[in-house]
């Protein structure tokens, strides 16, 4: 199991050497202690809140995961604590299982919120002596990033009102000259009509006067 859960590039850090402990013995002044550290420096000055701490196992039993964390807008020094004790990475120390696998540990396992992290610790256990050495490698931490609030629907109705109390009148013409236009468009329609009303009462009125003329010289004659 490794990877972030999303497209988040890893902070740019500084993996340092593994540490190796050591115990004294009577006959070779050292013997292994079977513990390691490695310390994973974080930008300077630029505290990490942590999402994902991802890694490749290499022969390590157990990891323990220690940060140093800074009060944030605090000159107090940082404090050191456990986010997470003795994680099993193998099954059994002194079998190969689990030994070269991609693990990752996600902020929800930490017991501590992994926030304002200036520097993580990670000690490693490997109580089998089967093991010459043992470490962790391609340490990649990811930060924890807050995801934007989502509109609510008042907020879209508002939106949507701003757009309808200011359209875009660019390019159409003036309302009141549309206006003006249509009055004397409808004015010059009624004058037409009218003028074609008069025309043809005029031609009837015409036509009966001629009508009773005619008809008034033939009783004439007769």
């Given at each position: ?5 999303d ?6 850090c ?14 070779t002044?050292t013997?292994?202690s079977?513990?390691c ?5 974080l ?5 990490v809140?942590?999402e994902e701490?991802?890694?490749?196992n290499?022969?390590?039993a ?9 009060s ?5 020094p ?9 994680l099993?990475?193998m099954d ?11 693990y990752?540990i ?7 919120e ?7 610790r990670?000690i490693?256990?490997?109580p089998s002596?089967?093991?010459l050495?043992?470490?962790l490698?391609?340490i990649r ?6 995801p ?10 508002s939106?949507?009102?701003l ?5 875009d ?7 009141q000259?549309?206006s003006?236009?249509?009055?004397q468009m409808?004015?010059?329609t009624?004058?037409m009509?009218?003028?074609q ?5 005029g ?17 004439l004659?007769?």
């Amino acid at each position: 199991m490794s990877g972030s859960s999303d497209n988040t590039k890893p902070v740019t850090c500084t993996v340092k050497p593994p540490v190796q402990l050591q115990l004294r013995d009577t006959n070779t002044d050292t013997a292994p202690s079977g513990v390691c550290v490695v310390d994973v420096s974080l930008p300077f000055g630029k505290p990490v809140s942590i999402e994902e701490i991802t890694f490749k196992n290499y022969y390590t039993a157990y990891v323990t995961v220690r940060l140093l964390r800074r009060s944030p807008g605090q000159e107090a020094p940082a404090k050191w604590c456990t986010a997470l004790r003795d994680l099993r990475l193998m099954d059994n120390p002194h079998t190969e299982g689990g030994s070269q696998d991609y693990y990752s540990i996600h902020r929800t396992q930490m017991l501590v919120e992994p926030d304002c992290v200036v520097l993580v610790r990670l000690i490693l256990r490997q109580p089998s002596s089967a093991w010459l050495t043992f470490s962790l490698e391609e340490i990649r931490i990811y930060p924890h990033l807050e995801p934007e609030p989502e509109k609510e629907v008042s907020d879209w109705l508002s939106d949507l009102t701003l757009v309808d109390q200011h359209p875009d009148l660019e390019g159409l013409p003036d309302p009141q000259t549309v206006s003006s236009s249509i009055q004397q468009m409808w004015a010059l329609t009624e004058v037409m009509q009218t003028s074609q009303t008069t025309a043809s009462v005029g031609r009837f009125e015409h036509r009966a006067v001629a009508f009773a003329a005619h008809q008034r010289a033939a009783e004439l004659s007769g």
